[in-house]
T-cell receptor, first 115, second 116 residues
């Protein structure tokens, strides 16, 4: 399977705990995006990497959120001191400038539930 | 500011009938427009895109979309709906704002229900 993969698929945690999600993009894609989707809404942009450089962060990304892409391959998204409002689906997408329109391909998502 | 609107929360059609899921957009510059489909508890699957060229674009699973610049619309269509098309559909536009990072701005989604 050469698509975008995410791990874990589901995560249940207690308020105040830290969680980390991983995204493995399509191998030749140098652009990587994180989005958050809450129930009944469209995905909202969180952050963007070009290779290992984090080039944009949304105002949605509070200080409790941090993302890395250390070698320009996989990426991690960490949420510290989780809150119930963090409960959502976290989606990762990747793209390549070689593709017309730089189509973004999405992974299956990580569904987070904060109790 | 760039935005996308999907005016219908839900569209109901009978199997075999044509379907249309509406999308309008507001963007500075030339729009790059996309349609994605999402099945329950799954990520988004790319259906089709408009970048330039013919206003009618064809995509996966028999779907097509018509770009209308004067009406700033990009409606998704299919001549004959299948029950298996029932899902959540998202229209998106590429943000051409500062930094040109290519992030997508999504509509709120339209649930398509195809009844046998």
């Amino acid at each position: 399977d050469t698509g975008v993969s995410q791990d874990p698929r589901h995560k249940i945690t207690k308020r105040g705990q830290n969680v980390t999600f991983r995204c493995d993009p399509i191998s030749e894609h140098n652009r990587l995006y994180w989005y958050r989707q809450t129930l009944g809404q469209g995905p909202e942009f969180l952050t963007y990497f070009q290779n290992e450089a984090q080039l944009e962060k949304s105002r949605l990304l509070s200080d409790r959120f941090s993302a890395e892409r250390p070698k320009g391959s996989f990426s991690t998204l960490e949420i510290q001191r989780t809150e119930q409002g963090d409960s959502a689906m976290y989606l990762c997408a990747s793209s390549s400038p070689r593709t017309s329109g730089e189509t973004q391909y999405f992974g299956p998502g990580t569904r987070l539930l904060v109790l | 500011a760039q935005s996308v609107a999907q005016p219908e929360d839900q569209v109901n059609v009978a199997e075999g009938n044509p379907l249309t899921v509406k999308c309008t957009y507001s963007v500075s510059g030339n729009p790059y427009l996309f349609w994605y489909v999402q099945y329950p508890n799954r990520g988004l699957q790319f259906l089709l895109k408009y970048i330039t060229g013919d206003n009618l674009v064809k995509g996966s699973y028999g779907f097509e979309a018509e770009f209308n610049k004067s009406q700033t619309s990009f409606h998704l269509k299919k001549p004959s709906a299948l029950v298996s098309d029932s899902a959540l559909y998202f229209c998106a536009v590429r943000d051409h704002g500062s930094g040109n990072t290519g992030k997508l701005i999504f509509g709120q989604g339209t649930t398509l229900q195809v009844k046998p």
